[in-house]
């Protein structure tokens, strides 16, 4: 066994650039490449694209721009492939990626992961009063669901590896699985090595969002917008006992820092110390970032607690239609010619959907961009001579959506000077609201099934240790303020930050540039300082979390995304740039 596994991490989401694998396989010695395509929204187009055509519903890209390219150096070089692909149908994806293997003569296994995918019992849920784990709702209605999946671990993909296979497709796991299944496979860790399984879990987070861990969405951007273009995709190097370094191919840009690394780890989290997976609760609280050489990274610390008894399940359903107009105006008063437009549009669309007895709009956004008072007045624009107006809307018909576009754009040539537009081809068209409605089931319930090359395999799922256990929690920081004189200066001169979505919540993970500061921040920056910075989206409450190891806070937003995905109306419907506007706030030091 090599004592360090080399896993590249080649795709965060579907429709990422497909140049990864190349770059990996241009002499970067690599063990696994793992791919991740999922997201709640992707997985409901994919639900769509299968019931339109029982041969699709996966992400075809993986097999014919990814794969078909490569697929002779992959076999060459022994490089195996853990890829979450298979969406909707890892059945079909598996048998397109073994057609292609045939077509080329290479000896190389393919194996598919089943058994997520629990469509089958939304009836069965619905008859037993399921709510949504956040919102309390009820279960929506059946004829509406468009995808019932259930999260799975790594423990799967580990057998499948186990077994032979070079290339491993699933369909629904969580986005740190396919790094975790090849360290089980490649180390043997047990069930109960809970530290390892951390450890395992915390490279596979920092590798799923590709190159958001070596540069991408990075506080300090300037000091790599030189290099985006030939960025680089990021590498775990790890260790036996779940302690990893990150790096990325020799001479490609981007950067790999404590900085990047330390903004990637906080990405998306909520509890660090309680990051539920299927087969591990983590606690990333007293990580340590060490920086040995440039673009080296050593993490350490990342510790295990039994997993949890049930699984997360995430359902889509259809609710409603939605869709908008982006329009600018520029000239003298363009933000007020904007409000005004937006008054009148609205109105306008609210009488013909009387005339033509439609129900009203379910919801309605208009947003001014570069408008001062945007943002809740945290936007720094004065007399700005140019904004962007967006008018949306939510109907329970395509119609009503209908009647949204053509009243708004109608009233053009009645606007006030100084309207213009892009035009793309013609007017948008009424998209699906598609919701999200998480709940959990019990591990029992949910039958997961391997076959390898297109034969099944014997799986049993490994027996551990369950339930959860309160973590100890932090010591918070305190700052002796006797004698000295404080300053004001932003959070960004003190921190850097990175922020995301999970469903309609989002979390801001802040993490100061030193550790001396982190007092001062903690200090200054609390709970009620977060929802006021934010009570023009926010509505439901702060969470404040403390991690003593890199120094950081993270945050959690509750109802602060108007439904999050593509069920908001928002420009931000996912958070990612929460961070930029708390790191605007004042820090007394």
């Known amino acids: 066994m090599k004592p360090t596994l080399r896993v590249g991490g080649a795709c965060g989401f579907w429709g990422e650039s497909n140049g990864a694998l190349t770059q990996f396989l241009a002499g970067e010695d690599l063990d696994f490449v793992v791919f991740d395509y999922l997201a709640e929204i992707t997985m409901s187009i994919l639900a769509r694209a299968r019931a339109a055509d029982p ?46 293997v045939r077509a080329r003569e290479l000896n190389l296994k393919v194996a598919v992961i089943t058994g997520d ?25 059946v004829d509406r669901v468009a995808s019932v999946n259930a999260y799975l671990g790594a423990f799967p993909i580990a057998a499948a590896l186990d077994a032979g296979a070079d290339i491993v497709i699933t369909g629904r796991i969580v986005d740190s699985a396919a790094t975790l299944g090849a360290c089980i496979h490649h180390f043997g ?22 190159t958001q861990a070596t540069g991408g969405n990075f506080t300090d951007w300037e000091e790599v917008a030189d290099t985006l273009a030939e960025i680089g995709y990021p590498i775990a190097e790890v260790s036996a006992d779940g302690t990893f370094v ?14 990047t690394i330390a903004e990637q780890m906080l990405y998306e989290i909520e509890d660090p110390q309680n990051y539920t997976l299927p087969d591990v609760r983590c606690d990333f609280s007293d990580v340590r970032l060490e920086q040995p050489t440039e673009d080296r990274v050593r993490v ?14 995430s359902a889509t359903w259809a609710d409603g239609f939605r869709a908008g107009h982006l329009l600018f105006l520029y000239g003298e008063d363009a933000s007020q010619k904007a409000w005004a437009l937006a008054d009148a549009a609205v109105s306008r669309v609210n009488r013909a959907l009387e005339k033509f007895r439609l129900e009203p709009l379910s919801e309605t956004l208009v947003e001014v961009f570069g408008d001062e008072s945007h943002y809740g007045g945290h936007r720094r624009v004065e007399g700005s001579r140019e904004v962007v107006l967006k008018i949306a809307g939510k109907h329970p018909r395509a119609e009503g959506i209908g009647i949204l576009l053509k009243e708004t754009i109608g009233l053009a040539l009645a606007a006030p000077p100084g309207l213009t537009l892009f035009s793309a081809g013609g007017r948008p068209k009424p998209s699906p609201v598609v919701r999200l409605f998480s709940f959990l089931v019990e591990k029992d319930q949910v039958q997961v099934d391997l076959h390898l090359e297109g034969k099944p395999l014997t799986y049993r799922p490994p027996e551990s240790a369950s339930g959860l256990v309160e973590p100890d929690r932090p010591e918070p920081p305190t700052v002796n303020t006797a004698d000295l004189t404080l300053i004001e200066v932003s959070l960004f001169r003190l921190a850097r930050g990175r922020s995301g979505d999970k469903g309609n919540r989002a979390n801001i993970g802040i993490i100061a540039r030193k550790a001396e500061y982190l007092p001062w921040i903690w200090r200054s920056i609390t709970e009620d300082v977060v929802a006021e910075r934010f009570a023009h989206f926010l509505e439901g409450r702060v969470e404040r979390y403390l991690l003593p190891g890199p120094s950081a806070i993270n945050f959690v937003l509750h109802d602060v995304l108007g439904g999050g995905g593509i069920a908001s109306l928002r420009n931000d419907p996912q958070g990612k740039g929460y961070a930029q506007l708390l790191l605007a706030a004042p820090v007394a030091i």
């Open 55 to 100: 041969q699709k519903g996966y992400a075809a890209d993986f097999v014919k721009a990814v794969l078909a390219p490569n697929l002779e150096q992959i076999a060459e070089q022994g490089v195996r492939i853990v890829s979450n692909a298979g969406g909707m149908n890892p059945q079909a994806c598996g048998e397109a990626v073994r057609e292609l």
């Open 117 to 141: 995918d629990l469509m089958g019992m939304a009836a069965e849920l619905a008859e037993r009063g399921v709510s949504e784990m956040f919102s309390g709702e009820p279960f929506p209605p």
């Open 189 to 210: 860790w047990s069930a109960d090595q809970l530290d390892a399984l951390a450890g395992g879990s915390l490279a596979g987070h920092i590798l799923e969002c590709s």
């Open 246 to 259: 990150c790096t990325k191919p020799d001479g490609t840009g981007g950067q790999v820092s404590i900085g």
């Open 300 to 313: 350490s610390g990342a510790r295990g607690a039994p997993p949890p008894e049930a699984l997360k399940v």
